[in-house]
């Protein structure tokens, strides 16, 4: 994760990984269906982002999570 402009960006160390996201509130659930990450994104108040990155024939990293 980095932050520029209110923006939250995200990269992997994995060459050619594709990297997906979700927003979740105090009381949401994190669930199987990720937004595949295409360029920097705000974070809606209330809101954290957790972030996973994955490439077909490797192990999918671990969840992260970035809280503003």
Known sequence: FSSEDGKISLS???EGASLGYQMLGASDTLVNRWEVYTGPVSIP?????V????R???SPSE???YEP
């Open 56 to 58: 077909i024939g490797y």
């Open 63 to 65: 969840v992260k999570t």
């Open 45 to 49: 108040e209330g809101k954290q982002m």
């Open 51 to 54: 972030a996973i990155a994955h």
């Open 12 to 14: 992997s160390v994995t």
